[in-house]
């Protein structure tokens, strides 16, 4: 299975690397690849990292002003014209998505996908990683939209939270063998 991770490029402390590190090998045991922004710097390192170290390939899609930092011996690097262009390849090349810890740019690709699923462009599983409850808020903000009809699907349809890596690679192993 192709997956994409949307995550940041920030150098994080241990609470958020390690379980993106034990995703990543998970991901990699399990003989699957990542599809990731491709730059070789901070989290994004550390899962490219740890799918390559355990057996699993690289997709990367960089962007022209973040080339510089994309990572070479990837087994696929596209580079993209613009930030658009790139979500747009991340999704078209994956077959599900989990959304780790980042910025607005990560916030930006979680929404949407989330968009997409809402109005049935996508059916791709979608996970939000909440490691040490970083999208707490934004979960409680998500089950308000669900609570007050702001969405037109339950909210369990568009995205499973889950607390740990393993809980999150299974979720998509069993959404996509359902598929």
Not at 73 to 88: C, I, T
Not at 102 to 126: Q, R
Request: charged share 25%; with cysteine.
């Amino acid at each position: 299975m192709n997956i994409c991770v949307f995550l940041s490029a920030a150098d994080l402390d241990d609470r958020y690397t390690r379980p993106a590190r034990e995703f990543a090998e998970l991901l990699g045991k399990g003989g699957h690849t990542l599809v990731w922004g491709g730059s070789d710097v901070g989290l994004m390192k550390v899962v490219a990292d740890g799918v390559q170290e355990a057996g699993g390939r690289l997709v990367g899609v960089s962007v022209d002003f973040l080339a510089a930092k994309a990572r070479t011996g990837a087994d696929e690097m596209v580079v993209a014209r613009d930030l658009s262009e790139r979500k747009a390849l991340l999704l078209a090349k994956a077959d599900a998505v989990v959304v780790m810890v980042g910025g607005t740019g990560t916030l930006d690709e979680a929404t949407e996908i989330l968009e997409l699923k809402k109005h049935g462009k996508t059916e791709k599983p979608v996970v939000l990683l909440n490691t040490a409850g970083f999208y707490d808020g934004l979960k409680e903000q998500f089950r308000r939209m669900d609570a007050e009809g702001f969405l037109p699907r339950p909210l369990t349809d568009l995205v499973f939270f889950a607390e740990e890596p393993v809980g999150a690679l299974a979720y998509l192993e069993e959404s996509f063998g359902t598929r």
